[in-house]
């Protein structure tokens, strides 16, 4: 072995011997090897690199959510131009379905010149990465040739060998994949993604209220399946003491508002009125953070009852405990009310749990009561919003003006958390202040500056 390695050192360098005196012997050491080129190396790494940039998966994504919109969007525009053809009596009803269908045919033009950009840009990509590509085949050919000793050739040889006898080995115990995930319990599959936004309006009164929250009942009453609900912040973008319903999208969008306002309170604010944007309706039921407590309030719309439940001691609220990313907090986000298959759930922190965010079960008992509790290992301080789906929270935060992050899911079931969900979220404004996973059509409505937008979320 040591004869071999000598005669592989001779072939590479010239070894010239010159005797200047009987005492000394000096060995002059001639490499006839091409120098390596290391620079060229560099600049390679620093393509690819930049090659990788230019290629991910979000933009891999943008057609197919552009596309998604436009899938939504075509049978909700033949739905409404079949209503207006069965009800225009050339009254006023007619022109609002008129309305109705132009803002949504604005929209359908708005994603198709989007969808051409897009579609352009991405030629425009293929086309200068199939060049970067080919350049950089290129340049690890010349590179290779440098490999005089054939280290990287054994090196693929010993992967190409290794390959075949895994495939040789598990070719008679084939190993069949689950076709869901063992520990899911959710009807509609394993989460996997967002797409839209599927609906971006600025409602009723645009611009005027920048905090709020907007949704549909997970359990309405017969009759009301299509309805929608809607609460602004109406004063000091902190308290509300009405919510107003709608009967279908298109009356939200437009801002025709059947049966109006359902009033909690005649004062704003006073007891038990809502307090911060964290709000949903379930079976025809309104929780929110109450009015200057560490408590849910349940208001509801038929009978015009409230009836609160008292959160854990330590509970922080009246803005200790907000949703924040590093440029600013959410005021009053201190309570998260979510939805989801199984009812609602509320999202809070203790000083206990130093900051941290804990989820806890509401029991739609009477009087209400807090079911299981599950403490996480998430700082709510790092966290923008939370939202609930089929068993499993989910939290988001700030990346930029225009792109938020789901970094972050605990499942119930199983207890396991996870911060590399990766799942990105196209924002119409800079601030989601509120949050709703609605399980009756699996969208995700946000809340955004005073503009209401809606997610599809994809499960398989």
Same mark, same amino acid.
């Given at each position: 072995?040591? *004869?071999?390695v000598? !005669?592989?050192?001779?072939?590479l360098f010239? +070894?010239? =011997?010159?005797?200047?005196?009987?005492?000394?012997? @000096?060995?002059e050491?001639?490499?006839s090897?091409?120098?390596?080129p290391h620079?060229?190396?560099?600049?390679?790494?620093?393509?690819?690199?930049?090659?990788?940039?230019?290629?991910?998966p979000?933009k891999?994504?943008?057609?197919?959510?552009?596309?998604?919109?436009?899938?939504?969007?075509?049978?909700?525009?033949q739905?409404?131009?079949?209503?207006l053809?069965?009800?225009?009596?050339g009254?006023?009803?007619?022109? *609002?379905s008129?309305? !109705?269908?132009?803002?949504?045919l604005m929209e +359908?033009? =708005?994603?198709?010149?989007?969808?051409?950009?897009? @579609?352009?840009?991405?030629?425009g990509l293929?086309?200068?990465?199939?060049?970067?590509l080919?350049?950089?085949s290129?340049?690890?050919?010349?590179?290779?040739?440098?490999?005089?000793?054939?280290?990287v050739?054994?090196?693929?040889?010993?992967?190409r060998?290794?390959r075949d006898?895994?495939q040789c080995?598990?070719?008679?115990?084939?190993?069949?994949?689950?076709?869901?995930p063992?520990?899911?319990?959710?009807?509609?599959?394993e989460?996997?993604n967002?797409?839209?936004p599927?609906?971006?309006?600025?409602?009723?009164?645009?611009?005027?209220?920048?905090y709020?929250?907007?949704g549909?009942?997970?359990?309405?009453e017969?009759?009301?399946?299509?309805?929608?609900?809607?609460?602004?912040?109406?004063?000091?973008?902190?308290?509300?003491?009405?919510?107003?319903?709608?009967?279908?999208l298109?009356?939200?969008?437009?801002g025709l508002?059947?049966?109006?306002?359902?009033?909690?309170?005649?004062?704003?604010?006073?007891?038990?009125?809502i307090?911060?944007?964290?709000?949903v309706?379930?079976?025809?039921?309104?929780?929110?953070n109450?009015?200057?407590?560490?408590?849910?309030?349940?208001?509801?719309l038929?009978t015009?009852?409230?009836?609160?439940l008292q959160?854990?001691?330590?509970?922080r609220?009246?803005?200790?405990?907000?949703?924040?990313?590093?440029?600013?907090?959410y005021?009053?986000?201190?309570?998260?009310?979510?939805?989801?298959?199984?009812?609602?759930?509320?999202i809070y922190?203790?000083?206990?749990d130093?900051?941290?965010?804990?989820?806890?079960?509401v029991?739609?008992?009477?009087?209400?009561?807090l079911?299981?509790?599950?403490?996480?290992?998430?700082?709510?301080?790092?966290v923008?919003?939370?939202?609930?789906?089929?068993?499993?929270?989910?939290?988001?935060?700030?990346?930029?003006?225009?792109m938020e992050?789901?970094?972050?899911?605990?499942?119930t079931?199983?207890?396991?958390?996870r911060?590399n969900?990766?799942?990105?979220?196209?924002?119409?404004?800079?601030?989601?202040?509120?949050?709703?996973?609605?399980?009756?059509?699996?969208?995700?409505?946000?809340?955004?500056?005073s503009?209401m937008?809606?997610y599809?979320?994809l499960?398989?």
């Amino acid at each position: 072995m040591k *004869l071999r390695v000598i !005669v592989t050192l001779c072939a590479l360098f010239t +070894i010239t =011997q010159q005797v200047f005196s009987q005492d000394k012997c @000096t060995c002059e050491l001639t490499n006839s090897e091409k120098a390596f080129p290391h620079d060229k190396l560099s600049t390679v790494e620093g393509n690819a690199s930049k090659c990788n940039s230019n290629i991910t998966p979000q933009k891999t994504l943008e057609l197919e959510i552009l596309l998604l919109g436009l899938e939504r969007r075509l049978p909700q525009l033949q739905e409404d131009v079949s209503m207006l053809e069965r009800e225009d009596d050339g009254d006023l009803y007619a022109v *609002l379905s008129l309305y !109705v269908i132009e803002n949504e045919l604005m929209e +359908i033009k =708005q994603l198709i010149d989007r969808l051409n950009s897009t @579609t352009k840009a991405h030629q425009g990509l293929t086309a200068d990465t199939t060049k970067q590509l080919e350049d950089l085949s290129a340049e690890m050919q010349e590179l290779q040739t440098y490999d005089t000793m054939q280290v990287v050739k054994r090196l693929e040889d010993n992967h190409r060998l290794k390959r075949d006898l895994d495939q040789c080995k598990n070719g008679f115990h084939p190993t069949i994949q689950p076709t869901q995930p063992p520990h899911s319990k959710c009807p509609h599959g394993e989460f996997q993604n967002i797409t839209g936004p599927r609906v971006y309006t600025a409602g009723e009164y645009p611009g005027s209220y920048k905090y709020g929250a907007w949704g549909r009942d997970p359990k309405p009453e017969a009759g009301k399946e299509s309805w929608y609900w809607l609460v602004m912040l109406t004063s000091s973008n902190r308290y509300a003491n009405y919510i107003r319903l709608y009967s279908s999208l298109s009356s939200l969008i437009v801002g025709l508002s059947i049966p109006g306002n359902v009033q909690i309170h005649s004062s704003n604010p006073a007891t038990n009125t809502i307090q911060g944007p964290n709000i949903v309706l379930y079976g025809e039921a309104l929780y929110y953070n109450c009015y200057n407590l560490d408590a849910v309030c349940r208001f509801n719309l038929t009978t015009k009852t409230i009836t609160n439940l008292q959160l854990p001691k330590g509970t922080r609220f009246n803005s200790k405990g907000n949703f924040c990313h590093l440029e600013e907090c959410y005021p009053f986000t201190d309570l998260d009310l979510a939805t989801d298959e199984s009812g609602v759930w509320v999202i809070y922190t203790t000083s206990q749990d130093f900051g941290n965010l804990v989820l806890s079960k509401v029991e739609e008992d009477e009087p209400m009561t807090l079911g299981q509790t599950w403490h996480t290992s998430v700082y709510k301080q790092g966290v923008t919003n939370t939202f609930m789906a089929c068993g499993v929270l989910y939290a988001t935060r700030y990346v930029n003006k225009t792109m938020e992050e789901i970094f972050y899911a605990f499942d119930t079931t199983t207890g396991v958390e996870r911060f590399n969900v990766g799942v990105f979220i196209n924002k119409m404004s800079p601030n989601i202040y509120s949050l709703n996973y609605s399980p009756v059509d699996q969208m995700l409505h946000a809340y955004c500056d005073s503009f209401m937008v809606s997610y599809k979320v994809l499960f398989w």
